[in-house]
């Protein structure tokens, strides 16, 4: 062997090894992430370097982002009035909640988080047809602004349909702003975006080139997975539906629609997205929070939680894992991605093992194959400790929500899996009022007449080949 092949091992050990300690030093990594990163990086060593670098760095670690991520919050608490910051950031309607979940809603509004609204109107959507109607109408009645944020935003006949009634709005003297995710949607030409441009839409991406390698990180691997919709202040839209006809025709999926001061939360995410990606903001900012937003009384108890890789913690993560835990009676969670981290993980099975009646519906088959592996290759563990799993047949369901105790729910964009957790932006809403709690619980039982529950005797007969094709994908299902 040759002292120049002897050195190219040297370095390729060395590499190899300094790879696998910058993993092991991430202290805010699943040690289940950590385990994976190093079976890819000591299996396919340049393939797995490489794929580190791109994919697994964990911008959570460094102190320029959650910087960044606070500089727009500030910016925004100068020029907010008392009003629209009291309404965004204030405590006084946390006493309205009941008082076992008031730490849930403190711990909500960490990292400017955005604090529990009252006198808000929700009506929760089931079907993408009701969505597709409503949201079209209310598109047509827009007085002042549009703005929409979509994970995606695609080329078929449901999206032209929206995409010709925001050209036609700016066109009429309607400030409409477009968040188009830029990776998410690499098979869309750009012509599809500049006629929007042309027709007057303030089209922005949302992942833009960087310069460092973290920022190179960013831009291929975390992912704008909102979806947001805010018309003249008034009314809002978010949950799991992008825009696409997969969502409006032929998906399960969970929507809302919402007025009243929830709608304030909503907006002052979009601005975020919008200024943070470039966008700029020309007109007063007091004109997106108009003092009508909210409903004269009454309403739901409404939380918008935005969650983003940049900021400190992961507060989906552990609102999830709050949720989950603190369960006393019930807690029902449809997921199309169920890839839970350990500690969403433990808290599934020790509310089971306690007595709580936790259920997990998942599809029978998801969009993506590997996904489908993945999922079920948490079902042991979850079956043996009492949880109840239910797959559901025919339509795809992508709803993306959680009830609890007849009190508590959770419809927004995040899945139960790492990466929506922590290389994702989602957000959530969380709604503490008993009728939509009864509501969303009966829409999950409804669920239940198209769905087969897995056995843990008929799980534990299933072949032997099934069993080790679980048993590897579980290994690297932290990294999908």
Known sequence: MSVGTVIAYAFLVLVIAGTILVILSDDEADSGRKIAWILVVALLPAIGIIAYIVFGLNPRRNSKHEEYSGLFHEAFAKIADEDEY???????????????????????????????????????????KRKFEALVNDLENAKEHIHMEYFYFRKDSGSKRIKEILMRKAREGVKVRFIHENIANIDISPRYYNEMKKAGVEVVKFTRPRFSLLRFSAMLNYRDHRKIVVIDGKIGYTGGM????????????????????????????????????????????????????????????????????????????MGATWTVQH?????????????????????????????????????????????????????????????????????????????????????GSANMDYRSFQLDYEINAYIFDEAMAVRNRRIFEEDLVECTEITLDSWCRRPWYLKFAYSVIRLFAPLL
């Open 242 to 317: 992008n825009i696409g006809d997969d969502y409006f025709v032929r998906w399960r999926d969970t929507h809302m629609r919402i007025t009243g001061n929830a709608v304030y939360a909503l907006q002052y995410c979009f601005l975020y997205s919008f200024v943070t990606s470039g966008g700029k903001i020309k007109e007063n900012f007091h004109e997106f929070f108009p003092e009508t937003a909210g409903l004269p009384s009454g309403g739901e108890l409404v939380q918008i939680v935005p969650d983003q890789p940049v900021g400190r913690w992961s507060i989906l993560q």
């Open 327 to 411: 369960a006393g009676s019930y807690v029902y969670i449809q997921t199309p991605y169920f890839v839970p981290p350990e500690s969403l993980l433990q808290a599934l099975k020790s509310s089971a093992l306690k007595g709580a009646d936790v259920r997990i519906m998942v599809p029978r088959k998801t969009d993506m194959i590997y996904m489908t592996l993945a999922n079920k290759s948490y079902y042991r563990g979850c079956l043996e400790a009492g949880v109840r799993i239910f797959e559901k047949n025919g339509s795809f369901i992508h709803s993306k929500t959680i009830v609890s105790d007849d009190y508590l729910s959770v419809i």
């Open 86 to 128: 009291r309404k965004l950031f204030g405590e006084e309607n946390r006493a309205a909640i009941r008082a076992g979940y008031r730490e849930l809603s403190a711990l909500l509004s960490h990292s400017n988080g955005t604090t529990v609204t009252d006198n808000n109107d929700v009506e929760v959507i089931t079907s993408g």
